[in-house]
Every structure is written in structure tokens, then in C-alpha cells.
């Protein structure tokens, strides 16, 4: 077990094991870290060749040097691009907000069909409420669809939160709307229900309008 342990959120951890001191990250936090002097251009190069890919690169260094590094990804949900697809053909713009270096970003991004400039990278935990404050800046209704701790202030930012049922607790009580299926194909649903429900709304009060115009008068003995 670790004598000491730290997280930098967003950027990585420092942990003392067996008196060695440990730098576990990504190569931008490492390349101004104090204690990390081995890092090289080689290494860099690897780096962002693993990133073009998708992949997000973690570098592990015990005193100073780096003695590794692992390549990490996630695999893309095929709903997801169904539901990317329908939000567009509706209407409405798809941003992606993630922690991820921008080549991995822009490689996920590409292949949901998501612009570019519409692509948040290597944003942390504490600035994804920012990001969708300035997108509501802009005059646009935002709904943020979020499922882990750092996605809480940014769901209660946002004029929707949208939270995955397997999320964490936090996240699930800072959302508007929980998706208890955990299935993220069920965004399109609960746009479709949301929608649904206020056209119900509407026709209620506009028959409620007519059936008080038509039996008023009529109480009253004016016909």
C-alpha cells in the first residue's frame, strides 16, 4: 500500500510505495512536474501517435523516471451515433465535453460526426460547468448528459440534466432526468416523451379555453 497518496484531478496522481515516489499522468502534467526529468521527445512522439488513435496516454514514473506508459480507450457505444444522428436530423447541436487530449477527442469526435469546433478537450472536472455556462451564453438551451462525479456541477448548470441510472449518486441527484436503463439511446426517448407530454399540455389547456368560453356564458343565462 502507499505511504502517501494524491490526486491532481484531471491531470494525475503522486503516491510514495516502498520509498520510491511515483508520477502516474498524462505527458503535459508530467512535462512541468518538478521531480519527472526523464521524459523525451521519443516518448512525446509515441505519445501522440497513440493519440491520433483514440488513445488516452498515461506515462508511469518512479523517481523521475519514466518507466512506461499505457495507452487507455474507451469503446464507442453503437447508440451512441444513432443518437447523435437523431439529435442533429431534430435540430439541435451536439457538443462533446470531455478530459481527453484533443487528438483522441477529435478521433471520437469524427466518428460521431460531431464538427470539431463543437469538441471540448482536455477540459477538467471543475471547468465542464463552465463550458456549458458558455454555451448558454450564446442564448441556447443546453442539455448535459453526464454519468460520473465530475459531471454533477455541469448537470446542475445545465437548463437539462440528463444522468445514466449506473452513474454515481451525486450525478443522479443533480439531474433533472434519470435514464434508469443506463442505455444512452434512451436520450432520444426522453426527448420524444418530454415533447409528447407538452403537446398534451397545450391541446388540454386549449380545450379547457373552449369548454369555459362556450359554458360560462352559459351559466350565466346569457343564451
Request: proline content about 3%.
Amino acid at each position: 500500500l502507499p505511504e502517501k497518496f494524491t490526486i491532481i484531478p484531471g491531470k494525475g496522481l503522486e503516491a510514495t510505495i516502498e520509498g520510491a515516489f511515483v508520477v502516474v499522468g498524462h505527458h503535459r502534467y508530467l512535462s512541468t512536474h518538478e521531480a519527472v526529468t526523464g521524459l523525451t521527445e521519443s516518448m512525446i512522439s509515441s505519445c501522440q501517435s497513440l493519440e491520433d488513435h483514440g488513445k488516452t496516454v498515461i506515462f508511469i514514473c518512479v523517481d523521475g523516471i519514466v518507466e512506461g506508459m499505457v495507452g487507455l480507450s474507451d469503446s464507442l457505444k453503437p447508440e451512441s451515433r444513432r443518437v447523435v444522428q437523431f439529435l442533429r436530423k431534430e435540430g439541435h447541436e451536439v457538443y462533446m465535453v470531455t478530459g481527453d487530449n484533443r487528438r483522441a477527442a477529435a478521433y471520437i469526435g469524427a466518428q460521431l460526426s460531431i464538427p470539431f469546433d463543437n469538441i471540448f478537450s482536455e477540459v477538467l472536472p471543475s471547468e465542464k460547468r463552465e463550458k456549458v455556462m458558455a454555451v448558454q451564453a450564446r442564448g441556447l438551451k443546453v442539455c448535459f448528459v453526464g454519468d460520473g462525479i465530475n459531471d454533477s456541477p455541469a448537470l446542475s448548470q445545465a437548463d437539462m440534466g440528463i444522468a445514466l441510472g449506473a452513474g454515481t449518486d451525486v450525478a443522479v441527484e443533480c439531474a433533472d432526468v434519470v435514464l434508469v436503463k443506463n442505455n444512452i439511446a434512451d436520450v432520444a426517448v426522453a426527448l420524444d416523451l418530454s415533447r409528447c407530454t407538452f403537446r398534451r399540455i397545450k391541446l388540454n389547456f386549449m380545450w379547457t379555453f373552449m369548454y369555459n368560453l362556450l359554458a360560462i356564458p352559459l351559466a350565466a343565462g346569457v343564451f
